[in-house]
């Protein structure tokens, strides 16, 4: 009963089915899962860190940066796929990584992708505040200064208000019910969707091949510098394991939605990354709104306002998304006994975690509120790369040791596919900075604290196995 403790695959599955007390709520199809997977990927990363792959590191050759990126996340999705098939849970890379490598190395996984969610959310709350705040400007509203954007006494701005607003409010939609939250979710993803079909075809009387040059101004080094940033904008799909306790039938429609949102949205940051490069010379793109400032660089300025529309609907999809998967996180992770037990209950009408929803929704919004998180971004691929890669082995492990173990879906070409995105994902993670390894360090140092002085001594898997000890001895 070490560290390492493993909870197996049937008792994962029977607790969904034995859990005292009100269930989360089963009411989600394949297009709503898809539209889950959709609404947490494209957000920031299209809109926003695509400009820093272009601009900074990568050139036009940031579209081979997205296929890099892609292709780690392709062998890890199928991976996911898989033990998804095999346990319809709402924990994840989490749980999944508890019924294979062990309790120590799930609480890893699971701290992370708590930190993922928040801080997947506090920038786009942010850049929605920033995108209110111009519509307001058109109308002439203003908000005190001191509202207008997060903590620096230097630019005399304290605390944003609207950021704030936004979480709280999102928080409450997410905290009502599965079903009003995947409503507002698919229409909105459709919208964003609808605005980056229009980017791409309104760009291409815009082509010139001489922006293509030179493709990679910073080598195989640049590629791989913006394939470790883009990567951002592929982290998402993952939303859809954490729904699986609220599917209807999540055997067969979350693999479905993985591949299938993981897909659809390569095929877009594809698209998008080739008219970008394609219009706009690489040091003319703005890091910050490459889609809406290369539009104003070839004389569709007054059609840019459309591009910052999209950003806004994303950030409110991305926000969605994160407190969605943050709080089912939080559940999962009470429920096996390793953060307190009132974490884990059940809204008895809303049948969602209604109270750790609006807790963690409002946490965030004073951190987006007063910080600029957006420098914590690179730590969070960390974090993430690191759950990709014990999932991927994951899957070999149960290959090797439950070979007869019914799968709805099955991986093609095991062991090599999950050990590329295995490799793939290490190559990336070695292209984070000292800064961003430093506070990962400080993240982990906080997280095994709290495991040690907490989850450790309240897991139910370790009661379990104690108990059954004291049985056997007995007899």
Avoid at 57 to 69: D, E, H, Q, T
Avoid at 319 to 342: C, N, W
Avoid at 373 to 398: K, P, Q, W, Y
């Amino acid at each position: 009963m070490g560290l390492f403790i493993t909870r197996s695959i049937d008792a994962l599955n029977k607790e969904t089915e034995e859990v005292e007390g009100p269930r989360l709520r089963r009411a989600l199809g394949p297009w709503q899962l898809i539209a889950f997977g959709l609404g947490s990927m494209i957000g920031g990363g299209i809109f926003a860190t695509l400009g820093l792959g272009v601009h900074t590191y990568a050139g036009p050759a940031v579209v081979i940066s997205f296929l890099v990126a892609g292709l780690a996340c392709v062998f890890a999705a199928f991976a996911y796929a898989e033990i998804a098939s095999m346990v319809p849970v709402a924990g994840s890379a989490y749980t999944y990584t508890y019924a294979t490598l062990g309790e120590f190395i799930a609480w890893i996984v699971g701290w992370n992708l708590i930190l993922e969610y928040a801080l997947s959310a506090a920038p786009d709350a942010n850049i929605f505040s920033a995108n209110m705040q111009q519509a307001l400007a058109s109308f002439n509203i203003h908000l005190p200064l001191w509202a207008t954007a997060f903590y620096s006494p230097g630019q005399h701005t304290y605390f944003d208000v609207i950021a704030f607003g936004i979480c709280v409010l999102i928080g409450i939609l997410v905290a009502i019910g599965i079903r009003e939250s995947a409503s507002t979710n698919s229409v909105l993803v459709v919208i964003k969707m609808g605005v980056l079909v229009l980017f791409v075809l309104g760009s291409i009387p815009f082509f010139h091949s001489s922006n293509l040059h030179p493709f990679a101004p910073h080598g195989w080094q640049g590629i791989f510098g913006a394939a470790f940033i883009v990567f951002f904008a592929f982290i998402g799909f993952d939303a859809i394991t954490v729904t699986a306790e609220e599917a209807n039938n999540p055997q067969r429609d979350v693999p479905i939605a993985i591949l299938g949102s993981l897909g659809i949205g390569t095929v877009f940051y594809i698209s998008v990354a080739i008219a970008l490069t394609s219009i706009a010379a690489a040091p003319s793109v703005s890091e910050n709104t490459p889609l809406a400032s290369a539009w104003q660089a070839v004389g569709l300025g007054k059609f840019a306002g459309i591009m910052w529309f999209g950003a806004w609907v994303s950030a409110v999809t991305i926000i969605l998304t994160a407190f969605l998967g943050q709080a089912r996180i939080f559940y999962v992770m009470a429920r096996d006994g390793l953060l307190p037990k009132g974490v884990a209950k059940i809204h008895p009408v809303f049948r969602t975690p209604a109270a750790t929803t609006l807790i963690m929704s409002i946490v965030v919004g004073i951190l987006a509120a007063l910080f600029d998180l957006n420098s914590l971004i690179d730590f969070v691929n960390i974090g993430t790369l690191a759950a990709f890669i014990c999932v991927c082995i994951g899957v070999i492990i149960l290959r090797y040791t439950q070979p007869d173990r019914p799968r709805k879906f099955k991986s093609p070409f095991v062991p090599w596919f999950p050990a590329l995105g295995v490799i793939l994902s290490v190559a990336l993670v070695f292209f984070g900075g000292a800064l961003t390894w430093w506070r990962f360090a400080i993240w982990m140092v906080i997280g095994l604290l709290i495991y040690a002085f907490y989850g450790y001594n309240h897991s139910e898997a370790r009661k379990a196995a104690l108990a059954n000890n004291a049985k056997n001895a007995g007899s």
